[in-house]
């Protein structure tokens, strides 16, 4: 049976791409950062087939041996942990710099050094967006990276490690021979399986709280109405396998199902669930989105709707107590 690595596997995206590998039959070699925290990690061991496939292993990214010792004996990885802001960082590099950039330095090391035959790294579609000079009636796709010194300049510090983390990933491939593809979703919303809330959660939650929070994501505030890409967390997690499974992937994939603006995301959720108190300021991304998922979807990608992510989200959230 193949063994698979899944870096940060207690996180809102990693504990669904555990979920799918464990159906599907794989071995799977979690890195967490400790094992005995249960508030975090506790919903992976109650996965199904956890008991006979799933290994748990401590490693903060910058443990360099922690990491090997996860990745050893794996044919693949998918490497996932990076932390996600969740208000100012103050201390970029130790913050989000370090653990992204050279976090994944030491993920693809480890993977050369356990002669690993595939890596997937998610990258974000801030690694895609952030480049003011792509021409506007172009769709943005996989060929659009990200201005570095834009973001540097206005300090969206998750944007840069993202970015940098990605690109030198890609590079290391080529260099070292080594086969490494890269995902970058948009903003990931539906049901949790972790009991801690991710950033996403919570800004999803706000929502319904009458707090527009997308700010946390690094976005510019704005008094316009503004757009939000969006995709499932359960169809994250299948693009992450079938990029992983398909021996054709290669580069960078775009995977976002739908888009909207923030004022429309509200009137859909007032639809569905009118009792609750909406926020009126929208904020976001200030700009039109242009882009195109055509690769992903040539792969054999596919999402389900926008209504059915918000409505097993909103569920989930009150089986969790988090909302009445
Ligand atoms: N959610 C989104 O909308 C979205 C969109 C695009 C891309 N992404 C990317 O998807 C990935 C997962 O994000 P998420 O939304 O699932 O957030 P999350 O639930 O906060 O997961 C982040 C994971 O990274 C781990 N981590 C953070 N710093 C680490 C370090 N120094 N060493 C080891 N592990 C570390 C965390 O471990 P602990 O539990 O120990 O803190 C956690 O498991 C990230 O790479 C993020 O950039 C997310």
Partial sequence: MESVCVTGAGGYVASWVVKELLAKGYIVHGTVRDPDDEKKNGHLKKLEHANERLHLFKADLLDYVGVCT???????????????????????????????????????????KSKVNKVVVVSSIAAIFGNPSWPKD???????????????????????????????????????????VTVCPSIVFGPMLQSTLCTTNIILLNLFKGKNS???????????????????????AKALLLV?????????????SHVLKTKAL?????NLFPNY????????????????????????????????????????????????
Wanted: hydrophobic residues 35%; glycine residues 6%; proline residues 5%.
């Fill in 244 to 256: 992983y499974e398909k021996p054709e992937s290669e580069g960078r994939y775009l995977c976002s």
């Fill in 70 to 112: 996860a990745i050893d004996g794996c044919t693949g990885v998918i490497h996932v942990a990076m932390p996600v802001p969740a208000g100012k960082v103050t201390s970029p590099q130790a913050e989000m710099l370090e653990p992204a950039i050279t976090g994944t330095r030491n993920v693809m090391n480890a993977c050369l």
């Fill in 277 to 324: 108190n909406y926020p009126t300021d929208p904020c976001g991304l200030n700009e039109e989105l242009n882009y195109t998922c055509e690769k992903i979807m040539k792969l054999g990608w596919s999402h389900r709707s926008l209504e059915e992510t918000l409505v097993d989200s909103v569920e989930n959230m009150k089986e969790a107590g988090l909302l009445s």
């Fill in 138 to 180: 172009r769709p943005m796709d996989e060929n659009c990276w990200s201005d570095a010194e834009f973001f540097m300049k206005t300090e969206k510090w998750y944007c840069v490690g993202k970015l940098i983390s990605e690109r030198e990933a890609l590079e290391f491939g080529k260099k070292n021979n080594l086969n490494v």
């Fill in 214 to 236: 997308f700010n946390l994501l690094e976005f510019d505030k704005a008094e316009e109405d503004i757009h939000i890409p969006i995709v499932d967390v359960r169809d994250c």
């Fill in 266 to 270: 509200i009137e859909m959720l007032k």
